[in-house]
């Protein structure tokens, strides 16, 4: 009798995974035969840093973008990455070319590396780096067309003076958490504040808002992370003829506001029609933020580094 199909726990059957091909170290291997050492400090101490990237119809969007980010969290976090940006953004392409994907996500981690029992950086000489190529769905289809309902977490964003939100940490306990809040609540996606109570963002994607025919978003010093997919909605907004700009915002402006939208790498662009149980304008998509969420698809599918 044949062997019944495995699945993980991501609903793949066994014979993908054994097919899947991940970049370690320089090196294009196996999924099976991707390890990581458990004395890795990625591991031990969440001492490492990461990037979420798309890619589209034979393009990657925005690839020197994320890869310069990734560049600037390792600085921050004093881990000397050994390749060059160079050299990151091509396994990047030649681990997409090796999984043969049209469309999907990839994830870029990078670790302290091996080193003892004990927090000291200094002795792991050597970071690691992985590449992940694979499909990624962080709300369910229909949701992109009714919108989301939100609810704001107790969880707060960090202040800078532990943990910059620009960092891209493999610490993420701090969405995680919040996330499990909003997920017990009922609620696919949580609102965090920072500690003075201000919006800073949700738990992996930035968060706007539409008052009076403008486009209204927090500033990155509120205590999000400077989102990549952000940043294409101000470049749309000055295609568009739409004016943007930052203020900060308490709940209050998202209670009131005519529309509000999340944008991330996962989530693309994704309407918010509920917080905390007030509906934001009528409930439904706004006309601005479906004007955006369309010009964002067809940019990301028209733009990028072939591979
Ligand atoms: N805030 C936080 C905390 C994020 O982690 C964003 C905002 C949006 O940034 P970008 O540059 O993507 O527009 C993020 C990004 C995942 C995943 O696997 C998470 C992100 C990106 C890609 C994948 O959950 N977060």
Known sequence: ????????????????????????????????????????????????????????????????????????SAKALLLKMPWTLEEVCEATLQTIRANGLNDGYIRLVVTRGIGDLGLNPYLCPTPSMFIIVSGITLYPAEL??????????????????SLSPQVKSLNYLNNVMAKVE?????????????????????????????????????????????????????????????????????????YTADESFLTGTAAETIPMVKLDEREIGVGKPGPISLKLIEAYRQKVRSEGTLF
């Open 1 to 72: 009798m044949p062997e019944p199909e495995r699945q993980d726990a991501r609903g793949i059957n066994k014979r993908e995974i054994m097919n899947r091909k991940i970049w370690l170290d320089g090196k294009i291997v196996d999924e099976s035969d991707a390890k990581i050492s458990v004395f890795d400090h990625g591991l031990l101490y969440g001492d490492g840093i990461f990037e979420g990237i798309r890619f589209y119809n034979g393009r990657v969007f925005r690839l020197t973008e994320h890869i310069e980010r990734l560049y600037l």
């Open 144 to 161: 992109y067309e009714q919108g989301l309902e939100v609810v704001t977490c107790s969880t707060r964003r960090p202040t800078p003076a």
């Open 182 to 254: 909003a997920l017990k609540a009922g609620a696919k996606e949580g609102l965090m504040l920072n500690e003075q109570g201000y919006v800073a963002e949700c738990t992996g994607d930035n968060v706007f808002i539409v008052k009076k025919g403008e486009v209204i978003t927090p500033p990155v010093s509120d205590g999000s992370l400077d989102g990549i997919t952000r940043q294409v909605i101000f470049e749309l907004c000055a295609e568009l003829g739409i004016t943007i700009r930052e203020m900060s915002m308490a709940r209050y402006d998202i």
